[in-house]
T-cell receptor, first 112, second 113 residues
Framework: ETGVTQSPTHLIKTRGQQVTLRCSSQ?????VSWYQQALGQGPQFIFQ???????GRGNFPPRFSGLQFPNYSSELNVNALELDDSALYLC???????????FGPGTRLTVL | GNSVTQMEGPVTLSEEAFLTINCTYT??????LFWYVQYPGEGLQLLLK?????DKGSNKGFEATYRKETTSFHLEKGSVQVSDSAVYFC????????????FGTGTKLQVIP
């Protein structure tokens, strides 16, 4: 059984640029959530996708957007990057209605 | 929304010591409760879970019991090892609607030989 995978592992961008992060969900999991984890903090919920539609969102501005594809993989897009966007971005997949989520290893984004 | 309060770290223990990490939560409805662990430089791993009151979750020698009356989910282990050094997150999920897990700031555990 393949777990959650994310790419790239690390990324360096400059302020104002745009970035796309990718996630492949665990086999059979059709719900994908994204979290942002700043250094020394707990993860913060960004949004969740189910059946290719966003069905829940945390307190993040619209420049954070996402997509889910028919194979349940997902992208997180961040426009107009700010220095405070530097963080570990975690993707988690789960079955619908299941409270347990499996997390990927994360993408470390650094904004200079 | 949900919130979590965990004991502040770092918690430093000698190998084979008893571990307790306290966790209390506020939530509406009947959340499921989780403990996640994050090893240095890695993502989150689900350590254990409990989905209803009085359930006990257990894994790898760790245990936690869902106490609805005290809204607590304390993590315990009888004998810690150096390999248990990590950051531990207590996390309730919301009940109903979409599944969202709320994390606190975590408790860092350091186990010394």
């Amino acid at each position: 059984e393949t777990g959650v995978t994310q790419s790239p592992t690390h990324l360096i961008k400059t302020r104002g640029q745009q970035v796309t992060l990718r996630c492949s969900s665990q086999s059979g999991h059709n719900t994908v959530s994204w979290y942002q984890q700043a250094l020394g903090q707990g993860p913060q919920f960004i949004f969740q996708y189910y059946r290719e539609e966003e069905n829940g969102r945390g307190n993040f501005p619209p420049r954070f957007s996402g997509l889910q594809f028919p194979n349940y993989s997902s992208e997180l897009n961040v426009n107009a990057l700010e220095l405070d966007d530097s963080a570990l971005y975690l993707c988690a997949s789960s079955l619908p209605g299941s409270p347990a989520a499996n997390f990927g290893p994360g993408t470390r984004l650094t904004v200079l | 929304g949900n919130s979590v309060t965990q004991m502040e770290g770092p918690v430093t223990l000698s190998e084979e010591a008893f571990l307790t990490i306290n966790c209390t939560y506020t939530a509406t409805g009947y959340p499921s409760l989780f403990w996640y662990v994050q090893y240095p430089g890695e993502g989150l791993q689900l350590l254990l879970k409990a989905t209803k009151a009085d359930d006990k979750g257990s894994n790898k020698g760790f245990e936690a019991t869902y106490r609805k009356e005290t809204t607590s989910f304390h993590l315990e282990k009888g004998s810690v090892q150096v390999s248990d050094s990590a950051v531990y997150f207590c996390a309730p999920s919301n009940s109903g609607g979409y599944q969202k897990v709320t994390f606190g700031t975590g408790t860092k555990l350091q186990v010394i030989p």
